[in-house]
């Protein structure tokens, strides 16, 4: 179903970090960015569609007003807002925004860190777009700190600050589909399984804890009011956002998984693991019960890897991408011209093979 296409080399390795790739599409200008951290840097990658040309930039971990700094980068993510577009970096100092293109640094917000030493690290971790103009990040404390992002230009503001979760936060997702419908539009998870659903506004209103059981939510998403969660076990669960009823869990994978994707106008699911393996997913939605069914599409390994990021490329899902511990390359996979084809076709046909 799909092929691997030329991979993408990196100035660095990638660390060993939770949804550790991110995807921006730029389709004015028929680009593609691509960003993964390792250690105190970012390493940024600007492709053109036809694959001819790339560029490179690496943004630096560091304070204002300080020349060099050695805090590690606990994620990078491209946060896409109906007005503009902005690159969010998060490390144990603080969190940084900078333009789409890592040109210009937007903002710094530093983080409270004791002056004497702790058991506890300090670090943000866990980011994503809300809305129309929010910006929500995580913390070690368990808070979620939401920025009220203007359509241009610096003038950006710590609006609030969410203080459901004891233990520290490991990733956040909204949905963004613009529906009246949609009531839940935020899940944040932490490194005890717990996830909060909120619906953003003014001020954000929690409408469901669903608790975990003692083992890490490392990757979340939110798909058409369904949790899509991903767990140290390698399960992945789905539960519906507002009422915590859960719909289905699989054994997706054999060890900690890192990262979920969603391809939200297909319903296609991706899941990155330890165990060396991407899978791919269909989820569909049955009218009767409105319950969510999930069926395995496609496995790809990339051998003696520790997969670390795995993004779709598009939202459709006919194109991914795919990150690991150690590795100085990004590796595409595109979906072949004839399963491209049936997919588009006939999504709702879960008995349909691999192609």
Same mark, same amino acid.
């Given at each position: 179903? $799909?092929?691997?296409?030329?991979?993408?080399?990196?100035?660095?390795?990638?660390?060993?970090?939770?949804?550790?790739?991110? =995807?921006?599409?730029?389709?004015?200008?028929?680009?593609?960015?691509?960003?993964?951290?390792?250690?105190? =840097?970012?390493?940024?990658?600007?492709?053109?569609?036809?694959?001819?040309?790339?560029?490179?930039?690496?943004?630096?971990?560091?304070?204002?007003?300080?020349?060099?700094?050695?805090?590690?980068?606990?994620?990078?993510?491209?946060?896409?807002?109906?007005?503009?577009?902005?690159?969010?970096?998060?490390?144990?100092?603080?969190?940084?925004?900078?333009?789409?293109?890592?040109?210009?640094?937007?903002?710094?917000?530093?983080?409270?860190?004791?002056?004497?030493?702790?058991?506890?690290?300090?670090?943000?971790?866990?980011?994503?777009?809300?809305?129309?103009?929010?910006?929500? @990040?995580?913390?070690?404390?368990?808070?979620?700190?939401?920025?009220?992002?203007?359509?241009?230009?610096?003038?950006?503001?710590?609006?609030?600050?969410?203080?459901?979760?004891?233990?520290?936060?490991?990733?956040?997702?909204?949905?963004?589909?613009?529906?009246?419908?949609?009531?839940?539009?935020?899940?944040?998870?932490?490194?005890?399984?717990?996830?909060?659903?909120?619906?953003?506004?003014?001020? $954000?209103?929690?409408?469901?804890?669903? !608790?975990?059981?003692?083992?890490?939510?490392?990757?979340?998403?939110?798909?058409?009011?369904?949790?899509?969660?991903?767990?140290?076990?390698?399960?992945?669960?789905?539960?519906?956002? @507002?009422?915590?009823?859960?719909?289905?869990?699989?054994?997706?994978?054999?060890?900690?998984?890192?990262?979920?994707?969603?391809? !939200?106008?297909?319903?296609?699911?991706?899941?990155?693991?330890?165990?060396?393996?991407?899978? @791919?997913?269909?989820?569909?939605?049955?009218?009767?019960?409105?319950?969510?069914?999930?069926?395995?599409?496609?496995?790809?390994?990339?051998?003696?890897?520790?997969?670390?990021?795995?993004?779709?490329?598009?939202?459709?899902?006919?194109?991914?991408?795919?990150?690991?511990?150690?590795?100085?390359?990004?590796?595409?996979?595109?979906?072949?011209?004839?399963?491209?084809?049936?997919?588009?076709?006939?999504?709702?046909?879960?008995?349909?093979?691999?192609?």
């Amino acid at each position: 179903m $799909f092929h691997k296409e030329k991979s993408i080399q990196l100035k660095n390795s990638a660390s060993a970090l939770y949804n550790n790739l991110s =995807v921006l599409r730029i389709a004015p200008r028929r680009l593609t960015y691509f960003t993964v951290v390792h250690a105190n =840097v970012v390493n940024m990658v600007s492709t053109s569609w036809d694959g001819l040309n790339y560029s490179h930039r690496q943004l630096q971990s560091k304070e204002p007003n300080v020349a060099t700094s050695t805090s590690l980068i606990m994620q990078a993510a491209f946060c896409a807002l109906p007005s503009r577009d902005l690159l969010v970096v998060s490390s144990q100092k603080g969190i940084q925004m900078y333009e789409s293109d890592g040109s210009i640094m937007v903002y710094w917000h530093a983080l409270d860190t004791p002056e004497a030493p702790t058991a506890h690290a300090v670090f943000a971790r866990g980011i994503s777009a809300v809305s129309d103009n929010y910006v929500c @990040v995580g913390v070690s404390s368990g808070a979620v700190l939401v920025f009220d992002v203007p359509s241009k230009g610096s003038n950006i503001t710590l609006s609030e600050v969410l203080e459901e979760h004891k233990e520290a936060i490991t990733d956040i997702a909204s949905e963004c589909s613009g529906s009246q419908e949609c009531l839940a539009n935020l899940v944040t998870a932490d490194d005890g399984g717990n996830m909060c659903v909120w619906k953003s506004g003014e001020e $954000f209103q929690l409408l469901n804890k669903i !608790p975990g059981l003692d083992m890490t939510c490392s990757s979340v998403k939110l798909w058409k009011g369904t949790v899509l969660a991903g767990y140290g076990t390698g399960q992945i669960r789905l539960y519906e956002a @507002v009422t915590g009823i859960l719909h289905a869990e699989v054994n997706a994978h054999a060890r900690w998984i890192y990262s979920l994707d969603i391809a !939200p106008f297909s319903g296609l699911l991706l899941s990155a693991a330890e165990d060396s393996f991407v899978r @791919v997913w269909h989820l569909s939605i049955t009218p009767e019960t409105n319950s969510v069914e999930i069926a395995h599409l496609h496995n790809e390994c990339v051998t003696d890897t520790q997969i670390c990021g795995a993004k779709f490329c598009d939202g459709d899902g006919y194109a991914f991408a795919v990150t690991g511990y150690d590795l100085s390359e990004i590796i595409r996979l595109i979906g072949r011209g004839e399963g491209r084809a049936l997919l588009r076709v006939n999504w709702r046909d879960q008995s349909r093979e691999e192609v």
